[in-house]
């Protein structure tokens, strides 16, 4: 079973390592786990950070895939006008 590895950054900033990994059956499998991560990410975020990126790594050296969201919160105003 392939190993996969799932680094965070938030905004710009330097890359944290995943030193461990996690084995997975399928790359499709490797990318929802990292949708997830960033979604869980972004809610903790949401103020301090504009975007999470969680960039994918398996056996070879160049990621396999990053994916981006976006922590943006703009609340439109509740009260009525």
């Known amino acids: 079973m392939p190993r996969y590895?799932?680094?965070?950054?938030?905004?710009?900033?330097?890359?944290?390592?995943?030193?461990?990994?996690?084995?997975?059956?399928?790359?499709t499998d490797a990318r929802r786990q990292a949708v997830m991560t960033a979604a869980e990410?972004?809610?903790?975020?949401?103020?301090?950070?504009r975007r999470i990126s969680v960039r994918i790594r398996d056996?070879?050296?160049e990621p396999l895939l990053t994916v981006?969201?976006?922590?943006a919160a703009k609340i439109r105003d509740?009260?009525?006008a």
């Open 59 to 61: 056996s070879h050296p």
């Open 5 to 27: 590895y799932f680094d965070i950054r938030y905004d710009e900033g330097a890359w944290s390592v995943d030193p461990d990994g996690m084995d997975l059956i399928h790359p």
């Open 68 to 71: 981006n969201v976006p922590v």
């Open 41 to 49: 990410r972004a809610k903790d975020a949401e103020g301090r950070h």
């Open 78 to 80: 509740l009260e009525p």
